[in-house]
């Protein structure tokens, strides 16, 4: 018998919010639309994850009302941040920051940027040149030196250049 989906005896906001988020492969999934990659197929073939697991996945993130799917050619879909989901950024930028601090042997593997200053944002998403924290609109990024190219499919070469956030990253 799997897991359940839910924490119904826990009275708590982190349980509820990993009763969307927190199975395996969504933060993936999060990271990668915060990257700009919006189509099931660019997602499927970055996280290289079951396309049943994929679908199930973003069904859940779109009636959670996470994500939004919209037709961009007939038959063809695509995925964006609804302002839900963009205020996911702030958990998601510190997990990954602590994955910097505590799982990446070989340093940084991203850089992320303060687009308007040109300052890499501090672990806590402060950009120390201006005082602020960006929203993930207003960030680039960029390999760190710990970036250690194992993939080939589109999307891992296309983010080995710089990029800012939420820009479509394939056409």
């Not at 850089?111 to 944002?121: E, G, P, Q, R, S």
Request: proline content about 7%.
């Amino acid at each position: 018998m799997g897991l359940g989906k839910n924490y119904d005896g826990q009275d708590c906001s982190l349980a509820r919010a990993l009763e969307i988020v927190g199975e395996r492969w969504t933060m993936l999934v999060l990271r990668d639309c915060f990257f700009g990659v919006r189509r099931f197929t660019d997602l499927q073939a970055h996280l290289d994850v079951p396309r049943a697991v994929l679908t199930e996945r973003l069904t859940t993130l779109v009636d959670d009302g996470i994500l939004e799917r919209t037709e961009y050619r007939r038959g063809r879909h695509e995925y964006r941040l609804t302002q839900r989901g963009l205020d996911l950024w702030p958990a998601l930028f510190a997990l990954s920051q602590w994955g910097e601090r505590h799982r990446a042997p070989n340093g940084r593997r991203r850089i992320f940027t303060h687009a308007a200053c040109d300052t890499a944002l501090e672990p806590t998403g402060l950009c120390p040149a201006c005082g602020t924290v960006p929203p993930p609109a207003d960030i680039d990024m960029t390999p760190g030196p710990g970036m250690r190219p194992v993939r080939d499919d589109a999307v891992s070469v296309a983010l080995r250049s710089r990029h800012r956030l939420l820009t479509p990253l394939m056409a």
